[in-house]
C-alpha cells in the first residue's frame, strides 16, 4: 500500500529541487482562532516561512489523503470547515481511513513531517503535563512523539496554562533534548521566562540543525525540542499573566470544565482577561517561530 500522501503544487517542486521545507499544524486553523482570523493568521505565517527562505507546509487530512501543504482554496475551505477531528497519534490513521476531515496536532503534524521527509516543524506551543495530572493523569501525546520521531520542533515551550515544571521533568524521563535559544531559561510562551533552567542553549540555527543531524548520526530515536523566547515587545509578563492563567483555571474548575474542554476554554478567558493581548502574542510567538524554522531548515538543506 502506498503511503496517502498529496503534496501541494509549491511543496511538490520543494521537494524536487531539494530546497528546504517547513512543516506547519491545522488545529490553529480549525480549533484555534475564529473564522476569518484563522485563514489570514495561517496565511501570514505561510508568508513568513517563505520570507525567510523556505516553504511552508501546511499538514491536513482531507479525503482520505495527508495533505503536505495546502492550495489558497483548499486552505480557505479549511478555515470554515465544521465536524473537523483534531487528531493526534491515536486518531491519526482512522481519520485517513475514514475519509473525514481531521486537523493535525503536535503529534500528528510531526509524524506526517518524518513521513513528507520534512525534518523541521513550527508551532506555537506543546501540549504537556495538565494540572492537577497527579490525579487526572492528563498529559499530552506531544511529549510521547518527541521521544519517538525524528523532527525538530520549534515552540515559544509549552502552553502556560499547563504544569511547566512537570512538563520538563517528563521531557527529561523521555530523554527528549530542551534547547533554549539564546537564554539560560525555558520561556512560558506568552513570556519570554519561566525561571527553570534551560537544560541545553543554542544561540544559532546552525548549532541546532547540526544537533538534528547528529541525533542521526548516533541512531538516537526521537526529535528536539527548541523553545524559542516571544519577541520582547509582544511579551506578556510572568507577574501579568500568571494570576490571570491562575483566574481562569478556578474558573474551569468551578464551572466542572474537564478534558478536552479545558485548554479552549482556558484559551477563551485568559483572551477575555487579557483584552485580546493573548491572542496578539500568540500570533507574534508563531511568526518568530516560523523565522527560526525556516533558518533551521536552510542550514539543513544546504549541508545535506
Request: proline content about 5%.
Amino acid at each position: 500500500m502506498t503511503l496517502p500522501l498529496t503534496y501541494s503544487a509549491e511543496v511538490a517542486a520543494a521537494r524536487a529541487e531539494k530546497r528546504p521545507i517547513v512543516a506547519l499544524e491545522s488545529t490553529i486553523i480549525t480549533h484555534g482562532m475564529p473564522w476569518p482570523q484563522n485563514v489570514e493568521t495561517a496565511r501570514a505565517v505561510e508568508e513568513e516561512v517563505r520570507k525567510s527562505g523556505a516553504v511552508p507546509a501546511t499538514i491536513v487530512v482531507m479525503n482520505g489523503q495527508i495533505h503536505i501543504g495546502l492550495e489558497a482554496d483548499q486552505l480557505e475551505a479549511l478555515g470554515q470547515a465544521k465536524d473537523v477531528m483534531k487528531l493526534s497519534r491515536a486518531d491519526l490513521a482512522a481519520c485517513v481511513a475514514m475519509r473525514r476531515t481531521g486537523a493535525t496536532t503536535v503529534a500528528a503534524t510531526m509524524i506526517c513531517a518524518q513521513l513528507a521527509g520534512i525534518d523541521v516543524f513550527a508551532t506555537g506551543g506543546i501540549g504537556g503535563v495538565h494540572r492537577g495530572a497527579e490525579t487526572s493523569f492528563d498529559i499530552s501525546a506531544d511529549l510521547s512523539e518527541l521521544s519517538q520521531t525524528a523532527v525538530t520542533v520549534v515552540a515559544a515551550g509549552a502552553k502556560a496554562i499547563l504544569d511547566i515544571p512537570k512538563t520538563m521533568e517528563v521531557l527529561e524521563t523521555m530523554g527528549v533534548p530542551v534547547i533554549s535559544v539564546g537564554q539560560d531559561s525555558i520561556p512560558a510562551f506568552w513570556s519570554r521566562e519561566s525561571h527553570l533552567k534551560a537544560p541545553l542553549r543554542m544561540d544559532t540555527a546552525a548549532e541546532i540543525a547540526a544537533s538534528h543531524k547528529m541525533r542521526a548520526v548516533l541512531g538516537l530515536k526521537g526529535g528536539q525540542l527548541v523553545t524559542n523566547p516571544i519577541p520582547k515587545d509582544a511579551e506578556i509578563p510572568r507577574e501579568e499573566i500568571v494570576p490571570v492563567i491562575e483566574a481562569a483555571l478556578a474558573e474551569a474548575e468551578a464551572q466542572n470544565i474537564s478534558a478536552k474542554e479545558v485548554t479552549p476554554f482556558l484559551l477563551d478567558r485568559i483572551f477575555e482577561h487579557t483584552k485580546g493581548r493573548s491572542l496578539d502574542a500568540n500570533i507574534a510567538l508563531v511568526l518568530n517561530n516560523a523565522r527560526l524554522a525556516s533558518a533551521i531548515a536552510k542550514e539543513l538543506s544546504a549541508t545535506r
